[in-house]
C-alpha cells in the first residue's frame, strides 16, 4: 500500500505503528494509503527547520527561485499520473478532474517562477532626500488546506510563498493528505535547501493549531471552513500575524429573462454538481426571472439526469462520491428541511441504486423548485451536488436576494444584456463575479472571500504580495 510520509527538515519521516493512520477510498471503502500522523511537537520541529531555512531561501535570487520553481513543477507534472490516481482514490473525483487539478498546480508553480522575478521596488525623489520602498520575504508561513482541492489550493499557497522567499510548514487535511504530500515532496526534491518545505500531518486541532500559536510561523494562509477560519483569525491576533483566509460560500447564480437559457441552465449545472457540489464557489441558490423559471427548471433537470456517476478511477464518469458521510448526511438534512418548508423536489434527492453505490457516499445531482430563504438550503454552506430554484419578479430584488446572505465569496449572472451584467456585478457583494461565465477563478487574477467568506487575496500578483512585507528606506543626501 502507498505510505505517505512527514517531511521535516529535509527528511522523511518513517511511520511507525502507532502513528499510522489508514486512509480509504470514499467510493468503496479499500484502503489506499498508510499515513503518519503527527503531534504539536512535529510541527515546533518543522517550524524550527523552516526558520533555519528561511535564512539561506530568503537569500537566493529571484532567478535561481524561478529556476527551481520550475524544475518543481516539471517534475509535478512528470508524477502527474500517479498523484491524480491517488487524488481520486482518496478524495473521490473522477480521473479526469484530478488530472487536471494536478496539472493545474504544475502551471502555478511556473506562474509564480515568473512572477517572483518581478518583485521590483519603488524610488522616489524628495527635497530631503531619496526613499525606496522594498518587498520582503514575511518568514516563515503556515499553509492550511482543505479536503475538496487538496493538491490545487495547496500550490496557490506553495508557489507565492517560495516565489517570495518565504519557507514553509504545510498541513494538508487529515483525511485527504496523500497526493498533496506527493505534491510537497517533488517541490522539495526540486532543490530547495532542507527545512524550506515541510509537511507535517495530524489532526488540526493540535498540529494547525500549533502551527497558528507558535511565535516561528509570521503568516498563516487557510483555506476551509469559515468556523475553523474565524479561530484561526481569533488565535493569530495574539501575535498581530498575517493572515489571508479563504473560507466558506453560498453563492448565488441569476438568471435573468433575456438570457440564452439552455446555456444557463448548462452552466449553472456544471457549477452546482461537478466534484460533487465540494466547491466553495460552487452554486449554491439559483435565483430566476419568474416567466422563465418553468422552462430553466425543466432544462436543469435534463442536465442533472445526463450526468454519469460512479466510481472515479473508472473512465468517462462525471460525478464520483462525496467526500464522506458527514458531508451526504448534512447535504440530505439540507434538502428534508428544504422539502419540509415547501420545496418540490424535482430530481435527484436521494442515494442512486445498484449494488455499485452500495459502500460508496453516492448521492444523485439535486435540482428544487419553489426554493425560499426560510430553507437552511439558501442560508448556509451545504457542499453537496443541489441547486434550489427561487423565483424573482424584478433584477433589484434578485441582487437584494443573492447580497442577503453572511457569505461573498462568488456571485453569478446570465443575461444577454451587457448593462445589465456590468450594474449587476457592481452591486452583488463578493470577492468574484461571473457575468455569462460560471468560473472567477483565473491564476493571474485575485481570488477571495468578502464578508464571512474571508480576508486577503489568492492568485495573481495579490497572492505574492500576501507573502511580502513593505519596507520604506529613507536616504538623507
Ligand atoms: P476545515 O476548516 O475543517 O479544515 C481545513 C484545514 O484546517 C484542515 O487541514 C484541518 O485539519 C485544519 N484545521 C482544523 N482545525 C484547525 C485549527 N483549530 N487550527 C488550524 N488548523 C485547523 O475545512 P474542510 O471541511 O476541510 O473544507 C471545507 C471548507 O473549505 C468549506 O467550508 C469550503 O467552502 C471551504 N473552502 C474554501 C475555499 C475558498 O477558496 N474560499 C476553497 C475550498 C474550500
Redesign the pocket.
Known sequence: MHQTHMIIDGEQLSISSHNAKTIYNPADQEAVAVVSSGTRQHARLALEAAKRAFAVWSETSSEKRAEILHSAAELVRERSETMARLLTQEQGKPLKNARAEILSSADILDYYAEEGRRNIGEWLATHRGRSIVIRQPVGVAAL??????PVD?LSWKVGPCLAAGCTFVA????RAPVAATEFLRAVHEAGLPAGAVNVVHG???EV??E??ENPISRKIA?????E?GR??MAHAADRIKRVSL????NSPFIVCADTDIEKAAAACAQRAFSNMGQ??ISVNRVYVAEEIAEEFGELLVRQAERLRIGNGLEENVDLGPMFSREQRSRTKEHVADALNKGAELLSGGREPEGEAFDKGYFFLPTVLGGADHSMRIMRE?T?GPVAPVMRFKTLDEAIRLANDSNYG?AAYIYTSDITTGIRAAERLEAGGVGVNINNVMDHQMP?G?WKE??IGRELGLYGLQSFLEIKHIRLGL
Open positions: 492550511i488546506t482543505p479536503w475538496n482541492y489550493l498541513k494538508p487535511p487529515s489532526p488540526g486541532e494547525g493549531a502551527l497558528v487557510f483555506t476551509g471552513q469559515t475553523t479561530w484561526i479563504e473560507l466558506g460560500g466547491i466553495c454552506e457542499f465569496l481570488f472571500g467568506s474571508g
